[in-house]
């Protein structure tokens, strides 16, 4: 049987997280390698930066999944985490495969803003990323993973939080977690 360790994440985590992100959301199928890696470090950057809990989950000592939560009325990016954030956008800008990318990060920011107003609520809790290698599903690791950001959320605070999906996730996951879906919107990325 594996084994699964859920824990805070570490600096050597950047670089698998960084690659997790890309395979999940495809990246690497429209960009070369390098700047699909940086995408994927970039969106770890700005998610931690939303948030003030995260949990990494490994299955025998392999990084395998992340879920990042912010309770509003915590203090959310650290100076430590502003700073990763700025030094992970940096390749970015001199990269011109990779500042095409980004743009598109800056289109689902706006999407997800557009969505967040379209629910006509005010949440005071947030998942802004939670992610997992295809390999890790179905072990059990989101479920765990989630229930300790549901954990810290209601700790500090959080009587209903929001997350973003898209096609890519198990929208059957957070039906069975009694996630409800609020509004939806179609956005074409060109790639």
Not at 1 to 30: C, N, Q, Y
Not at 81 to 95: A, D, Q, R
Request: with cysteine; glycine share 10%; aromatic share 10%.
């Amino acid at each position: 049987m594996a084994e699964i360790k859920i824990r805070p994440i570490k600096k050597d985590d950047i670089v698998p997280l960084g690659h997790i992100i890309s395979d999940t959301w495809g990246f690497g199928e429209s960009f070369s390698e390098k700047p699909a890696f940086r995408m994927g470090k970039l969106y770890l950057a700005q998610s931690l930066n939303e948030s003030n809990f995260c949990r990494v989950a490994e299955i025998d000592g392999e990084v395998s999944g992340l879920i990042t939560a912010r309770a509003d009325k915590l203090k959310r990016g650290s100076i430590k985490v502003k700073l990763f954030l700025i030094k992970s956008f940096i390749p970015v800008l001199f990269n011109t495969e990779a500042l095409g990318a980004s743009k598109i990060l800056k289109d689902i920011e706006a999407l997800n803003k557009r969505l967040y107003k379209a629910s006509g609520k005010d949440f005071s809790g947030e998942i802004p990323l939670f992610v997992m290698k295809d390999s890790a599903r179905g072990k059990g690791v989101g479920g765990r993973l989630y229930g300790e950001a549901l954990e810290f959320m209601k700790a500090n605070g959080t009587k209903e939080f929001f997350i973003y999906t898209d096609t890519t996730c198990d929208y059957g996951f957070y039906d069975h977690k009694g996630a409800k879906r609020l509004s939806q919107e179609d956005l074409l990325i060109p790639l």
